[in-house]
């Protein structure tokens, strides 16, 4: 048999033996039982115990021994306790002596050793034990041996980290029902829970902690009578619903702790009966709604964890039940209040302030509003105060002067302003962490003002400290962490900063302007992060006197070389950034020693000259390495492609030459080439295109590269941006291009490029694009950017129809680029081409949509739109939704017609160049009896198409017949038909009725059918003859006024404009739709010139942008009544019995919106301008040569 290993055990004095089987009286005194002495002695006898521990086990009374306890009367051995431990070895085959024992409590726990045991048949055998402890016995080996204690008469079961496998057994032992207490906690049983566990109605307390549980939580726990302590936190698979779960009766229950499991749904108001509870956790689970009111009956309540769930809603404004509790106040015995991490949003209430005994408030993380109460000043027992990440506005209540024991207050990343005082601190003597960073304080306080406390964490990030440098500094002697970045500080930095500065393993003071030298060495703490950058600092390179892993220096005035011994000083480096400084001379070799860590090296816009040393190739770890905007000369070394994780590489604006190293093929993690502005030469290599599937940036502009353009560059599947641009390229323009797929897919959300990020700091990517002869810088928004540039080349052939695929490519010329969009999307291509330049003569134009385009439909065959619409250009109501033109006009204007008259209107009507059938209010989808009961117009778009026929078989009919020259110049020519242009402007009153009348998912789900609808429709057009189309799709619905007014988005669902995100998402969803049938009808109709229109970025695009623009409040309107801002610009409202119209602004031309749902003159002529040329528009084909396919001939 094999030995129990046991290391390090240290004998310990019973102390709960004597009160835990009082009954016994003073087992010291009685003679224990023959049989159980000998067992003991068998035992004693295989055991090693070299110091003599066990000294008291002498003599024939075991009863007086170490360890043992016996029954005064029977001298029966009735408790072993050898746990927390003795420096024992035991040979197993003494330990089945044990079995001779007739004793109830055996505790073997050893937490701060090394015990084993391969078989439990020796306790197996022990028939009147009822306490069995093993905790940290190391009992891996028994597989699912273990189970077989399950089968015991035990009541309590204490094997906590003891290595335990094997799955809990599907049915039940049979002698289980006894346990009271269960404890398997920390053990690897990967197990499901087992429905018979509830059914042992003797357990009080049951803990299956961490022990890698999956599967449901049986609902039964919450009925077991005596149960008191539930714990199965850590187990991160088990799921309930906490509805279901928490219904049950929990009568006795006081601790529940489920964290870090997958419980679900929303707290039952039922938890409130849980009266005796004193610690609920539910932390880090998808909890949902919000918290009842009844957890005011908790009077027992000490702690309350939610952190990392998905609540919602607002904190109860009332507590239910507080009146049942001793003093009548809120949860009196509340100490820790945990909710942070969730979707939490509304007011702080005031019961905040009534919690007497917290100790603990932390709310971080959700969407709180509105401002701190004041009554959170009384808390006299608060010591961590944590309400960062939220939206919290107003002033810091003074109060908070008054919370003597508060070690942490964390007002962070909210909306706080005003001034903050010596008041604010008066009794702070005990703070230690203080972060108000993010917020918008200005800090008032005297010049020898001396600070109550002594800080460790002081962060003041974006708070006004300055303008000078802060005097009361001096006194914090042990702040270790201190970051003062963006604090609008212009002074130098006093020389009694560097005396305190040796204790920083944090030193922010970035983005101020801070000016003068920093002394050398650079006095911090070892391992630091030294951020200095963003500021006026001037002299030589400073390095530190120890070694740290971070150094930005970045945006000084730092001049000099590079220090030749800069490894020797920081070998273990992890960021390095000195760019945007004046330093000369070359790269030193030695940076290349920094091997082991560095992640980033950005040398950057300084006037470094020399080569780049290959012993930067050792680095690595390297993600980030920019050395562009210097004079760099030579080639590129072979070694960087040993650089096998970089992910950032930009050598551009050097003087670089030779040909992209072979080597480079090892990169395979790259997302950005940057090798533009330089000498290159050669072909482009065909193995760029190969095994580079994170790769989103090339850009090899302004070299001479010679060669053809290689076709696989499409397999980059990540590519956004693709620039060629400025080289000697011959050939051909693959149509492969056509398939990368990044291009061709939208980009919507912000993804921000960062690299090498390392506590908080990190490289951002950044790209110079060329669009317009202008170089426009990107960073933030750099991954919604798509771009393909391959002018300035020799390329010859035809535009491959190919490239029409790609999505987001909103701009498109010959000989410039253009920008376009939210997206800024860039298409620029120049070919050896004759293909014409004139413009397209159009004779008519038709139109078809909605009120954003009706130039009087509605007013004609339904009642006539009041003033003031109409006011700005037409001096009076011209039936138009606006108070002037709108983009029909404007595009009229540009083709050189007149305004559509309405096909509706028969006051003296004009068709000869044209007629407008769009009608406000229209749908795509034909109206039925819901559609028409929800206010929308019957002339759908089927029947303005049945409009459009009837006046061309009049025409048809007439036309040759009619005799008067007059009337005859007032009808189209029929051969018009065919040439002229048919724009179509609808969609928004499709969406508009299904946002109003049903979910966000079901208007989504309703999408393809309504396409459906417009496709027939321009089919029908084109088998009438039309062949010319100009196709808007819909603008961003959620940016309407109306919408924003009428449904106001919920926290978290407003962009950064105030817009609701959902419902755009429904206009981008319906666009996505839209354009991606365009693209098939062009297939199926190929005499057809299909422009597809990107109405959604333009308006979007002025709206972000509106005060660049020169408009004001994106999201308010113009024109309406006084006092009541749901009424329609276009009715008149009864106020006191009196019609009251609708009025307009002081000076519309400063507004966006007119009305709440169409635009202004203003807004329509800039988007016409916008639109006109070809930039939002797919093809990229400006509205004038909107006739013509995009085919350029050799």
Known sequence: MERLSVFGLLLAILSAITSKYASYGDTKFSNCSKNDLEALINFQNGLEDPENR?????????????????????????????????????????????????????????????????????????????????????????????????????????????????????????????????????????????????????????????????????????????????????????????FQLFRGSWKMIRYINLASNKLHGKLPSSIGNMTFLTDFDLSINNVGGGIPNSIGKLCNLKEFDLFGNNLTGSLPEFLEGTDNCVSNSPLPNLMYLRLSNNHLQGKLPDWLGQLGNLVELVLSYNQFQGPIPASLGNLQNLTIMSLEGNEINGNLPESFGNLFELSTLDVSVNHLTGFISEVHFSRLSKLKFLHLSSNSFILNVSSNWIPPFQVQNLDMRSCNLGPFFPSWLETQQGVEFLDFSNAS?????????????????????????????????????????????????EGPIPLPNVEIELFDLSNNRFSGSIPQNISESMPNLIFLSLSGNQLTGEIPASIGEMLLLLQV???????????????????????????????????????????????????????????????????????????????????????????????????????????????????????????????????????SLGDLQAMAREQIVIQYLLYGKYRGLYYEE???????????????????????????????????????????????????????VVTVSVLVVSLKSSGSSTSCHFPAVYNFGDSNSDTGSVSAAFGRVNAPNGETFFGRPSGRYSDGRLIIDFIADKLGLPYLNAYLDALLPNFRHGAGFAAAGATIQPVDAKIFGAGFNPLSLDIQL????????????????????????????????????????????????????????????????????????????????????????????????????????????????????SYNEVAQEFNKQLKDRVSQLRTQFHEAVLIYVDIYSAKYTLISEAKKHGFIDPLGYCCKHPGNNQARCWNTIIVNGTEVNAVSCEDPSKYINWDGIHYTEAADRWIANHIADGSFSDPPIPLTKACQKPVFSR
């Open 766 to 820: 950044n790209l110079i694009i060329t669009t317009k002869n202008q170089l426009q810088p990107f960073t933030k928004t750099l991954s919604l950017v798509t771009s393909l540039d391959l002018s300035g080349n020799n390329l010859s052939g035809d535009f491959p129809q190919e490239l029409t695929k790609l999505r987001r490519m909103g701009v498109w010329e010959s000989k410039k680029s253009l920008i376009a």
């Open 946 to 1061: 049945l409009q459009f026929e009837q006046l061309k078989e009049r025409v048809n009919e007439f036309y040759n017949q009619a005799k008067s020259k007059q009337i005859k110049s007032t009808l189209p020519r029929p051969e018009d038909f065919s040439k002229a242009l048919y724009t179509l402007d609808c969609g928004q009153n499709d969406l508009h009725f299904g946002l109003t009348s049903m979910s966000e998912e079901q208007t989504k789900a309703s999408i393809p059918n309504i396409i459906n609808h417009f496709a027939t429709a321009v089919e029908n057009l084109y088998q009438g003859g039309a062949r010319m189309f100009w196709i808007h799709n819909t603008g961003p619905i959620g940016c309407l006024p109306f919408f924003v007014i009428n449904y106001p988005p919920q926290p978290g669902n407003a962009d950064q404009t105030g817009c609701i995100k």
């Open 601 to 735: 090296i950005d040398l950057s816009k300084n006037n470094i000259s020399g080569s780049i040393p290959p012993s930067i190739g050792n680095c690595s770890l390297l993600k980030v390495l920019d050395l562009a905007y210097n004079i760099l000369s030579g080639e590129i070394p072979a070694s960087l492609g040993q650089l096998r994780q970089l992910q950032s590489l930009h050598l551009n604006d050097n003087k670089l030459t030779g040909n992209i190293p072979l080597s480079f093929q090892n990169l395979s993690t790259l997302a950005t080439l940057d090798l533009g502005n330089n000498r290159f030469s050669g072909d482009i290599p065909l193995w760029i295109g190969d095994g580079f599937a994170d790769l989103r940036i090339l850009k090899l502009r302004s070299n001479g590269f010679s060669g053809e353009i290689p076709p696989n560059l499409s397999d980059l599947s990540s590519l956004q941006v693709l620039d060629l641009a400025e080289n000697n390229l011959t050939g051909r323009i693959p149509g």
């Open 54 to 242: 066990l000294s008291s086990w002498k003599g024939s009374n075991c009863c007086q021994w170490r360890g043992i306890d016996c029954d005064n009367s029977t001298g029966a051995v009735v408790s072993i306790d050898l746990r927390n431990p003795f420096p024992v070895n035991s040979d197993s085959s003494n330990r089945y002596g044990f079995w001779n024992l007739s004793g109830e409590y055996l505790d073997l726990s050893t937490e701060f050793s090394s015990l084993s045991c391969d078989s439990l048949e020796w306790v197996t055998g022990l028939v009147s034990l009822k306490h069995l402890a093993m905790n940290y016995v190391d009992l891996s080996l028994l597989g699912s041996d273990w189970i077989s204690v399950l089968n015991m008469n035990l009541t309590e079961l204490h094997l906590s980290s003891c290595l335990l496998t094997g799955s809990i057994p599907s049915t039940k032992p049979v002698n289980s029902t006894s346990f009271t207490v269960v404890d398997l906690s920390t053990n690897p049983l990967n197990s499901e829970l087992p429905d018979w566990l509830v059914n042992i109605s003797t357990l009080v307390h049951f803990d299956l902690s961490n022990c890698n549980l999956y599967g449901r939580i049986p609902l039964g726990f919450g009925e077991l009578p005596n149960l008191q302590y539930f714990n199965l936190a850590e187990n991160n698979n088990l799921s309930a619903s906490c």
């Open 489 to 537: 500080i212009s002074d130098s930095i006093p020389n009694w900063f560097w005396d305190i500065s040796g204790n920083l393993s944090l030193l922010n003071v970035s983005f101020n302007q801070l000016q003068g030298r920093v002394p050398n060495p650079l006095l911090v703490a070892p391992f630091a992060d030294v951020d200095l950058s963003s500021n006026l600092l």
